[in-house]
């Protein structure tokens, strides 16, 4: 069975058309990093996943259950959701919960787990992404680096069977960088999760995942294995992935 299988995915804002007829499948276990330009409908494409939007066509199935509508109803999308981990670029944490609080949220969710054990695995979690100390903070109090750590532990913390990642590591540092992607690949390599990670760390998103598609002008016009990305055949993914200036990607912004 697939984690997540896309089929004929569109999905507009108003007039604009951002994601355009998109198939995507990913098998349960599999890895698979989403990249391309901005506003190419990354995040977008992330939120259809987690049931959070719906497409204007098309249908999406993740971890068996089709969650476009008319096929799903809400409480059915809440009760999916429970099974996925996300971290949003946004960070998306709640203000009136401090960090342990944000980080427990969805083993609460879960219901049947002792109030010991979701401390327990809450404070490892916070030292697992250096957090340890700070979990009576509240999240006006934190950094952009905090915010981004914190949410990474929500989106881990439940060992979730889809973890959905949205810039991992956007505004880190190099050392803290690697270590979050360290953690990344320890948590999947042990609980065996399926993973979609969008990442404009392109470098390190290949040592996290298996393939690597590109997203252009709302179609995935590439999708190859990840450590060979930046010799890929295709042009505009070897000039994205690479930072050339000059190129086909180049002539078809400018």
């Known amino acids: 069975m697939s984690a997540l299988v896309l089929t004929h995915v ?19 276990g599999a890895r698979l ?7 190419s409908g990354k995040s977008v494409l992330l939120k259809l996943v987690a049931g959070l939007e719906q497409p204007d066509a098309g249908t999406i199935t993740v971890l068996g259950d089709t969650i476009t509508r008319p096929h799903v109803r809400e409480v059915d999308l809440g009760e999916l959701r429970k099974r996925i981990g996300m971290l949003f670029q946004s960070y998306a944490l ?4 401090d960090v342990a609080g944000n980080v427990a949220f969805p083993l609460e969710q879960r219901g049947g787990i002792p109030a010991a054990e979701i401390a327990e695995r ?42 959905l990642y949205d810039e991992p590591t956007a505004g880190l540092d190099p050392v803290t960088t690697q270590k979050i992607y360290d953690l990344l ?19 390190a998103l290949a040592e996290l995942v298996d393939e690597i598609a590109f997203l252009y002008r709302g179609k995935i016009v590439y ?10 055949p295709d042009p505009l993914v070897r000039q994205f992935v690479r930072g050339e200036l000059d190129g086909p990607l180049t002539e078809a912004i400018g």
């Open 10 to 28: 569109t999905k507009r804002y108003g007039t604009r058309l951002v994601l355009d007829d998109i198939s995507l499948e990913l098998a349960r």
């Open 33 to 39: 990093g989403l990249i391309g330009p901005a506003a």
């Open 94 to 97: 709640f203000d009136f919960l």
């Open 122 to 163: 809450v404070a490892a979690r916070l030292r697992a992404v250096g957090l340890a100390g700070s979990e009576r903070k509240l999240v006006g109090e934190l950094s952009g680096g905090m915010k981004k750590r914190t949410g990474i532990a929500r989106a881990t913390v439940a060992d979730a069977e889809l973890v």
């Open 185 to 203: 690949a320890a948590d999947q390599q042990r609980t065996g999760a399926s993973v979609l990670a969008v990442s404009s760390d392109v470098a």
């Open 223 to 232: 999708r190859g294995p990840a450590r060979s990305i930046r010799d890929a």
